[in-house]
C-alpha cells in the first residue's frame, strides 16, 4: 500500500523560501515517475512540478518555473519542494504523489503552504 507523508509546510510572507519533503512508502520513487501537487478550495489541483523516475527530467507548472524545483532522495526514498520567491497565489494544500494521480488515486494529508503579508 501507497503511503505518503507531505511536511514542511508553514505561514510565511511573500518572497520567502520553504521546502517541502514527502516520505514515501509501497513505491519507490527511484522507480515512479512523482510529482508535487496543490489545492486551494474555490480552484482544482494543479500538477506544480513533476520529476522522472530516472531523476534526469522535470517539468513545472509555469506559474512557478524559476522559483520551484522538484528534486528527490532515492536513498531516503523522500521527494523534496523547494521553493522560492514564495507569492500569495502559492497558497495552497500541497501534496506529493505519483505523477499521473487522479481522483481515484489514494492521497496523503497534504501540508499547507500559506503566504500572506
Known amino acids: 500500500q501507497v503511503q505518503l507523508r507531505e511536511r514542511g509546510g508553514g505561514l510565511v510572507q511573500p518572497g520567502d523560501s520553504l521546502r517541502l519533503s514527502c516520505e514515501v512508502s509501497g513505491i519507490s520513487v527511484s522507480a515512479t515517475n512523482m510529482a508535487w501537487f496543490r489545492r486551494t478550495p474555490g480552484k482544482e489541483r494543479e500538477l506544480v512540478a513533476q520529476?522522472?523516475?530516472?531523476?534526469?527530467?522535470?517539468d513545472y507548472l509555469d506559474s512557478v518555473k524559476g522559483r520551484f524545483s522538484i528534486a528527490r532522495d532515492s536513498a531516503e526514498n523522500t521527494i523534496y519542494l523547494q521553493m522560492y520567491s514564495l507569492k500569495p497565489e502559492d497558497t495552497a494544500l500541497y501534496y506529493c504523489?505519483?505523477?499521473?494521480?487522479?481522483?481515484?488515486?489514494?492521497w496523503g494529508q497534504g501540508t499547507q503552504v500559506t503566504v500572506s503579508s
Open positions: 504523489n505519483v505523477a499521473g494521480a487522479n481522483d481515484l488515486t489514494g
Open positions: 520529476i522522472t523516475w530516472r531523476g534526469t527530467a522535470t
